[in-house]
């Protein structure tokens, strides 16, 4: 078989694998969050109907677009992401098989596996799951003293140390800012010319919240047990007692206080209020981001880590201004940082030595003697 040939072989074999594991990852994506075995059942089921699919209704790519985007047992719509996140994949596995050493392509297929999922699932519920971090932190560590080059190393327990010291930047560099955030950034304070409905109903471990025109789930409001959201009201009711006049309620994650009393939450159905002014507790970013730069840290070391911080920063920045210029922002929005180190990181993979050194020459003193008329 001629050399091109093998080469156009091997590519397709990793856009095939690709879309295999993109499949896979679209189980991961739909389950860990919502703390479902990703391997019972073993065989994807529609999100819909519940019943499992079939294996040749399953075929990454081509049963989406065979079924034209529908379970083929219920009819109901498979969105366009599943789809979307196996073209994703494949490609990514082909790009990384065209441009990396060969020896990384395994390392490097699992670390964007683990970006995949973790942007999706940030996107959607705002949280990156352990087994994403934490997992790929161990991951990264035990891939490079397998593979020590992926530090750069050829020794095996130095393969280790840089990537240790790879996660450890990453870790402690955005706990950094997370304190350093809270610190600053850590209240937002709201008056309202009018008094405001304030609304919170209990539902199982979990509460509803609506502030003005919008609604929240309570958990969101406090990512730390300390956190208190503080509101001035002009009436309150706690279910069917009515407070004094113009109270102020001071909420923790489990208890509400009103002067000298106290109640605790898991004991109400019901609190309403008008309220003129509200203290909400914030965070810069959340602690999940902190453990996924961490997990990029081991698998691409600590240039990579402060390549992908910025890149994201950046690239966060804008859209979040966008955001706020065309009018799509309220108060109370987030924006995950995730899937922005996620890009920072796929960017490093593929660009990073040159995007550096194209940094580095705009500030390069410029060569005299080659612009110089003699």
């Not at 009819?75 to 020896?103: N, S």
């Not at 919170?200 to 956190?227: I, N, P, Q, Y």
């Not at 106290?262 to 609190?271: N, V, Y």
């Not at 890149?311 to 929005?333: D, K, M, N, P």
Request: charged letters at 15%.
């Amino acid at each position: 078989m001629p050399p091109d040939a093998y080469l156009v072989l091997f590519a397709v074999a990793a856009f095939i694998l690709g879309a295999c594991i993109g499949s896979f990852l679209n189980v991961c994506i739909y389950r860990l969050p919502r703390d479902l075995s990703v391997n019972n059942p073993k065989r994807s089921f529609c999100p819909h109907c519940q019943k499992q699919i079939k294996w040749h209704h399953n075929l990454p790519l081509i049963s989406w677009l065979a079924l034209r985007g529908k379970c083929a047992r219920c009819g109901a719509g498979i969105p366009f992401r599943y789809f979307g996140v196996e073209l994703l994949t494949a490609l990514l596995f082909l790009a990384v098989w065209l441009t990396q050493p060969w020896v990384l392509a395994f390392p490097y297929y699992v670390l964007i596996s683990l970006l995949i999922v973790a942007t999706f699932i940030d996107f959607d519920f705002f949280i990156i799951p352990d087994e994403i971090t934490w997992g790929g932190v161990v991951a990264g560590l035990t891939l490079s003293l397998a593979l020590p080059m992926m530090m750069g190393v050829t020794s095996p327990l130095s393969g280790l140390l840089w990537s240790l010291a790879g996660a450890a930047t990453g870790y402690f560099l955005l706990w950094g800012v997370v304190e350093a955030g809270k610190l600053a950034f850590g209240k937002k304070r709201l008056r309202f010319d009018k008094p405001a409905t304030f609304t919170w109903h209990r539902r199982g471990d979990e509460a509803d919240v609506v502030l003005g025109d919008e609604t929240m789930k309570w958990s969101d409001l406090f990512a730390r047990e300390k956190d208190q959201l503080i509101l001035k009201c002009t009436s309150a009711r706690l279910d069917s007692r009515d407070l004094d006049e113009n109270p102020t309620l001071l909420f923790h994650y489990n208890k509400v206080e009103c002067g000298t009393e106290t109640w605790d939450l898991e004991k109400l159905d019901e609190i309403s209020a008008q309220i003129t002014e509200v203290i909400i507790p914030r965070e810069a970013m959340g602690f999940g981001d902190v453990k996924f730069i961490a997990a990029i840290g081991a698998f691409l070391g600590w240039k990579a880590v402060l390549f992908t911080v910025m890149a994201g920063s950046i690239t966060g920045a804008a859209i979040g201004l966008a955001t706020i210029a065309i009018g799509q922002r309220e108060y109370s929005a987030k924006i995950p940082f995730g899937p922005y180190l996620a890009l920072g990181a796929l960017l490093w993979i593929f660009f990073g030595p040159e995007l550096i050194g194209w940094y580095l020459g705009l500030f390069a003193a410029p060569d005299l003697a080659a612009i110089s008329p003699n």
